[in-house]
């Protein structure tokens, strides 16, 4: 595995080539496309992102990039993750290696301007757009898991920043998550569930807040084994606070019991911070 | 024609921030003034800090400004056609009689950037400085100025 620094440099070098691909100007239009197709083959962390996905996929993306009947164009975006990012990773291999105008392809896909730089632009939007956000996010991830790992060190050489007293007895620091701040957190999460049942939130929106809750809790109970994990899951849980389902009716007890967890967890989130 | 100087002002919050849109994923965020006019290095480029991808600086203006820049265009326009037809109804003969009623000026609204629930990020790259939504912070934030990955 890289370190941290190399990752963040791949991820800037390709945050530049993929901005400058989805801002395609008339008159050059190939040449970022070409830029962007040849980093991708040769970064091997970022092949290496597309490969993993797509390992064994079996799927044609003429199914996903295709022309009706009539001649007119259309993109079927499939439902399964993989099959998208396999037939975007392909129509691009395609396009670059047959040396296929991206001019005549934009035109097929009206966008209510008159310029042609805002055709190829929405073209390039429509069918690569979720091929970058999907590496990029992949690419987040490398390099969280890099910075925990890193941490996971600094922590445990930082003798007992954060101790869990399974017997009770009371550890004299400021820092220690202590059996009463536990039992503390565990009533307010299952306040939460009681009430996240009355809510009128989509059901996925709720399992996801629910996961959150819970990793926070694993990892107070565990003296913080995955502290970036734990920050991210603590951030999912104070932007679902912004939820307008929790400005009426049961969303405002909701709103008060995940207040009261947020305000138990921050201190310790401002520790690993 | 001669290319047109107009300059406009846009007036930061509190803490000395302005605010800007990405043109990618339109999130909106806050650059500190006195960093984005440093003369040395001048920032030809710029980069969300939510999706990090990158554009020039003008691309990155909030749709109140672009129709602010357009509306003090708009009034220099009206203000040479007034100026114009004045010389022109000024020359009037017995044969021809022109009267004019100038157009009125595009109302033009004080710019001020808007608080909320931010939190200010400092670079340790560049040591510039971002002031993103925080409950919009996903995993990552960016350097507005250098692209780099704060934190
Ligand atoms: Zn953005
Ligand atoms: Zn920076």
């Known amino acids: ?273 | 024609m001669a290319d047109i100087e107009f300059k406009f002002q846009i007036e930061a919050d509190d803490d000395g921030y302005v605010s800007y849109e990405c043109p990618f994923c339109k999130s909106t965020f806050s650059l500190n003034a006195s960093e984005v006019q440093k003369d040395d290095p001048v920032y030809t480029e710029m980069y969300c800090p939510y999706c990090g991808l990158n554009d020039v600086p003008t691309n990155f203006y909030t749709k109140e400004v672009i129709e602010q820049t357009q509306n003090i265009a708009m009034n220099y326009m009206i203000d040479e056609i007034n100026k114009a037809f004045k010389k022109i109804t000024k020359n009037n003969n017995k044969y021809v009689k022109m009267t004019y009623k100038p157009l009125k000026n595009q109302s033009i609204k004080d710019l001020k950037t808007k608080e909320g629930t931010e939190e200010i990020f400092e670079c340790k790259n560049c040591s510039n400085h971002v002031k993103v939504d925080y409950y919009l912070g996903k995993t990552k934030v960016y350097c507005a100025f250098c692209g780099i990955d704060i934190c």
């Open chain 1, 1 to 273: 595995m890289l370190d941290i620094k190399e990752y963040k440099k791949i991820s800037l070098d390709f945050r530049r080539v993929a901005s400058n691909f989805l801002r395609t100007e008339y008159t050059n239009q190939d040449i970022p496309l070409q830029r962007f197709y040849s980093y991708i083959e040769k970064e091997s962390t970022i092949k290496n992102i597309i490969l993993n996905k797509i390992d064994g996929v079996d799927y044609d993306f003429h199914d996903c990039f295709g022309k009706d009947e009539f001649g007119r164009s259309y993109i079927d975006i499939p439902l399964d993750e993989e099959k998208h990012i396999k037939a975007m990773y392909d129509y691009l291999s395609y396009i670059v290696e047959n040396n296929v105008s991206l001019y005549s392809l934009s035109m097929d896909f009206p966008c209510g301007s008159k310029k042609i730089t805002d055709y190829l632009q929405n073209f390039i939007d429509l069918a690569f757009k979720p091929l970058i956000d999907y590496i990029q996010d992949e690419l987040s991830k490398l390099m969280i898991m890099v910075e925990e790992e890193k941490m996971g060190i600094d922590m445990s050489n930082n003798q007992g920043v954060i101790n869990y007293a399974k017997d009770n007895s009371v550890i004299k620091s400021d820092n220690v998550i202590n059996h009463n701040t536990l039992e503390e957190i565990a009533n307010v999460i299952e306040s939460i569930k009681d009430t996240i049942k009355n809510v009128d939130i989509d059901k996925d929106e709720k399992d996801n807040v629910l996961d959150d809750i819970e990793l926070v809790q694993e990892q107070l109970q565990c003296s913080i084994e995955k502290p970036a994990r734990l920050r991210k899951a603590f951030n999912n849980i104070k932007s679902f606070l912004t939820n307008s389902a929790l400005l009426t009716g049961a969303g405002i007890t909701l709103a008060e019991n995940i207040n009261e967890l947020v305000t138990i967890v921050q201190p310790f989130i401002d520790k690993i911070a």
